[in-house]
């Protein structure tokens, strides 16, 4: 869904600069009813360069610490070492600069949630700054932008998880930031409210340059809408290019994924073999093969004896999922297609 | 106080994105620390306009706004629910007092234990589950002074317990014969109680380690408040009657008290709402402070 337009027209400036940033939670010792927690890493010497314009993913599994590295991007937490620089602004040093610079939508909305949707629009806004008149008219604008005006009037708390998550977009929105930083922000919104997401952040990108950073554990929106994405893993950076960049990794891949009637036959010598290299999860398999290899796969299975006991079979180009695996990222089920 | 000329220099210098490019290729390169022209920025000053923050009065009153609004969606049943307990306490308590001091002091105690009620225990709760559930965070992204989110809720917290103050004000005088003529000190007696103890629930609320333990705090300020504010000081034992003392409600209950007389003694009641006054001050300096601290971890 992002426009390639934007993407041509980006400059290649750094807008954000994060150096070996660093951040232990120390261990917690148990208390009745909550275990003791060893000491974690949240942040283990990320560094990430974010350019003007680009909209730049955060990919992983939850603990990754996209959260925290967010945190300490928007000023929320302190790094225990580690330098940001947020458009030649040091915001370990002066983390109150932040929300001058960055428009932040969080995954909580618990500040608004008594608020009417126009009332947490223009409040919000006016808390960026904005005069009483031009909050109105920001509001009015974002609302209209993003079809909100017909539920303006009604509280935050009574709409769906969709409607209050791009209520709250909204009111990110009011009060114009040179960078956005958005924490899952579609979670829970049907597609039409998705596309009035990214429309609006390619608008304020063709328009004003606008840098968005996103944090997303949703590999097919990371796949379609991010211009770079970095992987995160256990608090480390395991990987950052473009998701066509990072797909070339396992480029020589296909992805067959094989659904068996009941079981698998495994008396038929091919399948005996295949299941080798399968991961199975009931009756489905899935399984990373070289091209030759997947045309034997799909050959053997079609035909014969193997096919009678077969349900249904995909192939397809590795996704972001298949390089976030090949990478050694274990946590698969963090990941979300969707 | 941060940067201020800083910053100001900033606004002046860089006007388009093109320094910030060469800024950032700067730090690409790893060569980041030179300092030019005297900025704070290891950049050497080539950043970025900040946007202006949000000053403190249209700010304050953004917040106060909004939360006023939530009133309609959320509080009303709580508000019913503060008149009504004291409304009733004061029917109970007419079986027990029969006149004199003690049934002003009741009279006096039921009304500012509406104010206990809303802006010491509900708001402390409100602080308490903002923190927990992460919404502390909306503010502290946003360029608003930490005064004016506390005052602003602290304030509309105070506001819901005018009406209800109001009513048990005088439903009380009806139901003790007390004259009616000086009830305006209230206009004096709800924003100066409603500082002290919005303040003080607001302070709990942020300093409060668990959610649950912000709510309890509330509970435990109210109660004090119920108890130590209706009921006859006169028979108290020594020790709580210290503790009264402490209370800052106590001070509310006295001035409005007081004011039941023929002629009141309007220094002794100006003193006492001047102790409510310093204490709304102390306390919600306490809170801004708080709200800062939980603000940012």
Not at chain 1, 12 to 27: E, N, S
Not at chain 1, 216 to 241: M, S
Not at chain 2, 172 to 198: D, E
Not at chain 2, 259 to 270: G, I, K, T
Request: charged share 20%.
């Amino acid at each position: 869904m992002s426009t390639g337009t934007a993407q041509a027209q980006t400059a290649t400036g750094t807008v954000c600069a994060v150096r070996d940033l660093v951040k232990t939670y120390p261990a917690a010792r148990g208390r009745r009813g909550a275990p003791a927690t060893p000491e974690v890493r949240a942040t283990d010497g990320i560094s990430l360069d974010v350019r003007r314009g680009e909209i730049f993913g955060l990919l992983g599994p939850n603990g990754a610490g996209k959260s925290t590295l967010v945190r300490q991007l928007t000023g929320l937490m302190r790094p225990d070492s580690g330098s940001v620089e947020m458009l030649g602004h040091d915001l370990v040093r002066h983390p109150e600069r932040a929300s001058r610079l960055i428009g932040y939508l969080g995954q909580e909305s618990t500040a608004l949630d008594e608020l009417t949707v126009s009332l947490a629009a223009e409040t919000t806004g006016r808390l960026r700054g904005l005069a009483v008149r031009e909050a109105r008219a920001a509001r009015d604008a974002v609302l209209e932008e993003l079809g909100l005006t017909d539920i303006a009037a009604r509280p935050l708390k009574k709409l769906s998880g969709g409607q209050r998550r791009l209520a709250c977009f909204a009111a990110t929105l009011v009060g114009e930031r040179p960078v956005l930083i958005l924490d899952e922000p579609t979670t829970g919104m049907d597609p039409v409210a998705r596309r009035a997401v990214w429309a609006a952040v390619d608008r304020r990108r063709a328009e004003h340059g606008t840098t968005v950073l996103l944090v997303t554990h949703n590999v097919i929106e990371a796949e379609t809408v991010l211009d770079r994405v970095a992987v995160l893993e256990r608090g480390k950076v395991i990987a950052c290019d473009t998701p066509t960049g990072l797909k070339e990794r396992v480029a020589g891949e296909v992805r067959v994924e094989l659904v068996w009637r009941d079981r698998a036959p495994l008396d038929v010598p091919e399948v005996a073999v295949l299941r080798q290299s399968a991961q199975e999860s009931g009756r489905r398999w899935v399984l990373r093969l070289g091209p030759d290899e997947a045309r034997a796969a799909v050959a053997a299975v079609t035909g014969g004896a193997a096919f009678a006991a077969l349900d249904d079979f995909t192939l397809a180009t590795p996704s972001l999922e298949d390089v976030y695996l090949a990478l050694g990222g274990d946590a698969t089920q963090g990941l979300v297609k969707a | 106080m941060y940067g201020r000329a800083g910053t100001e220099r900033e606004r002046h210098q860089v006007t388009s994105i093109v320094p910030a490019e060469a800024a950032g290729a700067r730090t690409t390169a790893g060569s980041g620390s030179a300092a030019e022209g005297g900025t704070e920025d290891r950049t050497g000053g080539v950043a970025a306009p900040l946007a202006p923050r949000a000053r403190l009065f249209p700010s304050l009153a953004a917040v106060y706004r909004a939360q006023l609004s939530r009133a309609r969606v959320a509080r009303i049943p709580l508000l019913f629910v503060a008149t009504f307990q004291s409304v009733g306490i004061m029917i109970l308590m007419r079986g027990v007092v029969d006149g004199g001091s003690e049934a002003r002091a009741v009279v006096a105690g039921s009304s500012v234990l509406v104010v206990a009620f809303v802006a010491l225990n509900l708001l402390a709760q409100y602080f308490g589950q903002l923190r927990a559930g992460g919404g502390l965070d909306h503010y502290a992204t946003l360029p608003v002074p930490p005064a004016a989110v506390v005052l602003g809720a602290a304030g509309a917290y105070a506001s819901f317990t005018v009406p209800g103050t109001i009513v048990t004000a005088v439903t009380g005088s009806v139901l003790f014969q007390l004259p009616m003529t000086h009830l305006w000190v209230l206009v004096a007696v709800i924003p100066l109680a409603g500082a002290a103890l919005s303040g003080l629930g607001a302070a709990l609320g942020l300093l409060a380690p668990r959610q649950e333990l912000a709510t309890l705090l509330g509970q435990l300020g109210m109660s004090a408040a119920l108890l130590l504010g209706v009921l006859p000081a006169g028979r108290m034992p020594a020790p709580i009657g210290w503790a009264r003392d402490l209370l800052p409600s106590t001070y509310g209950v006295e001035a409005l008290s007081r004011s039941f007389d023929a002629h009141p003694d309007w220094a002794v009641v100006v003193l006492d709402l001047a102790v409510c006054a310093v204490v709304g001050v102390l306390s919600l300096a306490v809170a801004t402070w708080a709200y800062r601290r939980a603000a940012v971890r």
